[in-house]
């Protein structure tokens, strides 16, 4: 059996050599690759039954973002350590940042692409700002406090209604352009998922970077054993912080994209909810692992978001009665609770676990360490 | 779970055992002058259901250090268990005016409750927790976030995602009068019971073989081990007494607001959760006390018009708590790990 498989992978070892060589290449050709093969697929029987092309490339650009979200918590828990309950905050607060530049709320209409890059500024200031008191706490508490940061976030939004609109969020929000050539709009989803292709790669390379550079082995050392790496010389303070804030600009990034997408924000959007579908992606895919990560957000979107309604759609036509009543799109939030029960108690380390993580989540036999 | 009490001298040592009920006093003799009556009342029965909640927090915590996330949620199945024994099997459907009819239901009510209660939460500690007890410390954390999904989604797929109205057994038009305004005796009772439950819970972990037991487990779990003490049993045992209270939570609130809903574990959960941090953590006097702040807090709040940011600030709250003061108002045994 394994000889057959090596006959066949006998042909693609230069094509491997050469990309683990050439990484972020590697990464590129892959993104385009696969955002080419799957609207293709999309055209080919059972999946064009379920719904129109264009519904799915609007499917695959919203996975993509909980995607980008799901590699920017990664950084902060997978590669850090930190647990964030309250990643979402930095998500609303792009959103809002994008939403008060370029809408008839505020009155201001600012071009899309340099809020993109404001929305990660403002990302990382709060990141900064919610970091820097809070993370000489150990891990648990850290949760805990970013929890109470994730609630306060969107409990402001809602109350300062003078700023903010309150519950109703702000509508109406620009679509980005590329002024003389290129107009985005509700109807034809391709152009976001071009942006959020590119975008999703730009977000990989650079993570895959930041893991293998001085600060990425901080990271490591940090996670696996704090005082150790304290006491070998390393800033642990600063690099938590610089965790923080590239998690916190990630999702500031990503709000302002996600906020261009639908064109609205509301205070909502941006529960504990949200947080915990981030971490079940991670935990799902694997901590530490961002390839994994990415794919444990795409399983989980696509699950709850097209076979949850498949199943909605199936019970309907036969008529099952008691099933009948049921929402089954409710059960996303199930979904997130099983995800994190069964793969702590039966495979912590993930669907595709980090090498290093293997070790790691190994029941300990002396003292306690690891991760915090 | 004891009060470290740093001061040596006999006349220091006095100062210090009366500062904090001298603090009480007067910490309520202000709230009552501001908040007058009405709210006072209120605001101590909102504590009282605070206070059992953040007991479970506490209690857990104090003895295998792990934020209990689900417990929040365990209220709120509570809540729900009480609705269904109270309008289900007894029947009930509103206010009952003959008092030993209502006193028996009432009792029937949260023995059922509690004991119902229990049993969840130390099945929940058997397979959600116990297998990772020798785990890294953040992975049972991530478990109890997921408990808390689950236990939220079984009860909306059972009772719906709307309020559900729960049977108010206790006649809202009893009451007596203090100084001109009327208080109504479902409040008495409610804080007495609550109170009650507390003085109960203090007595059994001072006096009982199995409170010693788990007072010294929290202290050294090995150690305890090694000096004879089951610590599977003392732990469930923790469980069975967490979940029993929010359980007994549940029930006071039902019959105080007459209503509950899915998602009122995860907001009361994390107050109740301040409560204990405020108070310091894994010290059930300090969870009780704490329970009764925050609910002065959030009354004060929206006493005065700030009603809509009661949760955020008692979050800051949290928050600014957990960053200066970790050990909490009384100090807690596991604070200088923080």
């Not at chain 2, 600030?313 to 600014?320: A, G, Q, W």
């Amino acid at each position: 059996m394994s000889r057959i498989v090596d006959a066949v992978n006998a042909p693609f070892a230069p094509v491997r050599a050469y990309f683990r060589k050439h990484r972020s290449f590697g990464i590129f050709v892959g993104v385009v690759l696969l955002s080419v093969a799957l609207p293709l697929l999309t055209r080919v029987p059972p999946f064009d039954g379920i719904q129109s092309t264009n519904a799915w490339v609007n499917a695959f650009t919203t996975a993509a973002i909980y995607a980008m979200l799901a590699m920017g918590l990664n950084v902060v828990i997978g590669f850090a350590g930190l647990l964030d309950l309250g990643y979402a905050a930095f998500f609303a607060l792009g959103g809002y940042t994008y939403a008060l530049a370029a809408s008839p709320f505020s009155g201001i209409h600012l071009p899309f692409w340099p809020m993109l890059l404001a929305g990660g500024i403002v990302g990382a200031i709060f990141g900064v700002l919610l970091g820097a008191p809070t993370l000489r706490l150990r891990g648990d508490y850290l949760a805990i406090v970013t929890l109470g940061f994730g609630e306060i976030v969107p409990i402001t939004l809602m109350n300062a209604d003078k700023f903010t609109d309150g519950v109703n969020g702000i509508g109406g929000i620009d679509k980005p352009s590329i002024p003389g050539i290129l107009q985005f709009t509700l109807i034809n989803p391709w152009p976001m998922y071009g942006l959020v292709v590119v975008l999703f790669t730009l977000i990989m390379i650079m993570i895959y970077r930041l893991e293998d550079s001085r600060l990425g082995r901080t990271w490591d050392a940090i996670r696996e054993d704090e005082l150790a790496a304290e006491s070998s010389g390393v800033n642990t303070v600063i690099a938590k912080l610089q965790a923080f804030a590239v998690g916190a600009s990630i999702a500031g990034i990503v709000g302002v994209v996600n906020a261009a997408k639908i064109t609205i924000v509301t205070p909502d959007q941006f529960r504990f909810a949200v947080s915990i579908s981030a971490l079940a992606a991670v935990v799902l895919g694997g901590m530490g692992n961002t390839i994994g990560v990415a794919t444990g957000a795409f399983i989980i979107y696509l699950f709850q978001s097209i076979l949850l309604k498949q199943l909605n759609t199936l019970v309907e036509n036969f008529n099952i009665p008691i099933l009948n009543q049921v929402d089954f799109l409710e059960f996303q939030y199930v979904l997130y609770g099983i995800v994190l029960v069964l793969m702590m108690l039966k495979r912590p380390q993930g669907i595709f676990p980090a090498r290093r993580r293997m070790r790691e989540f190994a029941p300990l036999k002396i003292g306690k360490g690891g991760l915090k | 779970m004891a009060t470290v009490n740093a001061t040596s001298s006999s006349a220091g040592r006095l100062l210090g055992s009366l500062r904090l009920p001298i603090g009480i006093v007067a910490f309520l003799g202000i709230s009552l002058t501001v908040l007058g009556i009405d709210q006072f009342v209120n605001a101590l029965t909102l504590g009282a259901i605070y206070a059992l909640v953040a007991l479970g927090y506490t209690m857990v915590y104090g003895i295998i250090e792990l934020i209990n996330f689900a417990h929040g949620d365990v209220f709120m199945v509570g809540s729900f268990v009480a609705m269904f024994i109270s309008s289900s099997l007894l029947g009930n459907e509103g206010a009952i005016t003959n008092i030993p009819l209502l006193a028996g239901s009432v009792l029937v009510l949260f023995a059922l409750t509690i004991g119902v209660m229990a049993i969840v939460g130390a099945l929940i500690e058997r397979l959600a927790y116990r297998p990772l007890r020798r785990a890294p410390r953040l992975a049972p954390l991530i478990t109890a976030i997921g408990v808390s999904f689950i236990l939220q989604n079984v009860i909306q797929f059972f009772f719906g995602p709307t309020i559900v109205t729960v049977p108010q057994l206790v006649p809202i038009e009893w009451s007596i009068e203090v100084s001109g305004s009327r208080v109504p005796l479902l409040n008495i009772f409610v804080i007495a019971a609550s109170v009650a439950l507390m003085f109960a819970l203090q007595l059994f972990i001072s006096r009982t073989r199995t409170g010693r037991a788990m007072r010294t487990t929290s202290m050294d779990r090995d150690a305890s081990s090694l000096m004879g003490v089951d610590i599977n049993r003392t732990i469930m045992i923790t469980f069975l007494i967490g979940s029993g209270l929010a359980g007994a939570a549940g029930v006071v609130h039902g019959l105080y607001y007459g209503n509950t809903s899915f998602n009122l574990g995860f907001q009361s959960g994390l107050k109740a959760f301040t409560a204990a941090v405020l108070g310091g953590i894994g010290n059930t006097a300090g969870a009780a006390l704490g329970g009764f702040l925050i609910a002065f807090i959030e009354v004060g709040a929206s006493a005065f018009g700030y009603g809509r940011w009661g949760g955020a600030v008692v979050f800051s709250l949290l928050v600014i708590f957990l960053v200066f003061r970790p050990t909490g108002l009384l100090g807690s045994h596991s604070g200088d790990r923080a």
